[in-house]
């Protein structure tokens, strides 16, 4: 049994492209997105960070885009994209274009690394020699790299990734503002380190790729978990570096377990599709439910639960700036 361990708050899901209410005013240029991994099939963590954008997306009269972000090539799952997309088409989302594969957008990656150039140095450090050196200077934040190849390698060290160099200072301080969180800051060189880019056996790292993305494909708005929130600086730092647009931030929360443990493949979360189950029953009204969405249990057609959460995700944002998530109790999920 998954359990849906609740701060719910602003998100959006899926959506009929046809739906005829005009719920709010149309966002000239909208454009969000699902990136799910393929590393197994969606489970009820990823479908509520789905349904938020999707909703998103449908309530302002946008374009919503659906990527398969397969770049961490040891994790992928055989044929878990696919799974992907039926599960959604199952949902009755349906997303507007092409799917793209960030495995086929590598040159795009490649042209941006060389962009940053001059910010970007060589690391040989491995994520214990980085732990130890924090320990060392007497800090417990051992995730934070303390720059021991910002002035070149040590003699006989091979790189084992390409770091970018982050600001000091004033300048390493980036805000942004959550549309439903409020005013967001991080320092990246007191919170961050230098962050890395690409590993040395050719995988590139989440940050750039979805930076270049996301402009490429024009994002105007990204609605995605809580669990991102701490990346969204950075993703602002490269932006600011290679000219490109900031879109719209809107984090929602992340499905916990019964342990308090985010949802993920990792911590043994399941299938939320089991091909043959009621997904709107055990699913999607669970899901609406908690974003914080009024939703009617008696709703049994996936058109008519897509008009009516779109509504209510359209009553939901109207009632911010109060940015205060409704407390909800735990949803229990067979």
Not at 50 to 64: F, I, K, N, T, V
Request: glycine share 6%.
């Amino acid at each position: 049994m998954s359990v849906f361990n609740s701060t719910p708050v602003a998100s959006d899901t899926c959506v009929t492209s046809a739906t005829s209410t005009n719920i709010v005013s149309p966002t000239p240029g909208y454009t969000g997105r699902f990136a799910p991994s393929p590393t197994g099939p969606l489970h009820l963590g990823s479908l509520v960070a789905a349904m938020a954008s999707y909703l998103d997306a449908r309530a302002h009269q946008g374009r919503w885009l659906l990527r398969i972000e397969d770049l961490d090539f040891d994790r992928n799952v055989a044929d878990a994209d696919r799974h992907i997309l039926n599960s959604l088409q199952r949902c009755g989302m349906h997303w507007d274009g092409d799917v793209s594969w960030q495995s086929q957008r590598q040159p795009l990656y490649e042209q941006a690394l060389k962009q940053l150039a001059a910010q970007v140095y060589p690391c040989a450090c491995s994520r214990k020699e980085i732990a130890d050196s924090r320990l060392r200077a007497g800090s417990t934040a051992s995730q934070i790299y303390p720059g021991t190849c910002r002035t070149g390698l040590a003699p006989g060290k091979a790189p084992r990734a390409w770091r970018l160099r982050v600001p000091d200072g004033k300048a390493a301080v980036f805000q942004f503002e959550d549309r439903l969180l409020g005013a967001q800051t991080q320092d990246l060189a007191s919170e961050v380190g230098d962050f890395v880019l690409k590993r040395a056996d050719g995988f590139w790292a989440y940050q750039l790729a979805v930076v270049v993305d996301d402009a490429e494909q024009g994002i105007s708005h990204v609605v995605r978990g809580a669990d991102l929130l701490d990346s969204t600086a950075r993703q602002c730092y490269l932006q600011q570096l290679l000219g490109l647009p900031r879109p719209a931030y809107l984090h929602v929360p992340v499905v916990t377990n019964a342990d308090g443990e985010k949802l993920s493949k990792q911590t043994g979360a399941l299938a939320f599709d089991r091909g043959d189950n009621d997904v709107l029953q055990e699913a999607l009204l669970p899901a609406a439910r908690f974003l914080g969405l009024q939703m009617s249990p008696a709703v049994r057609d996936l058109h008519i639960f897509w008009e009516s959460a779109t509504a209510a995700w359209a009553q939901y944002l109207a009632r911010q700036p109060a940015q205060q998530p409704i407390q909800q109790p735990h949803l229990s999920l067979k």
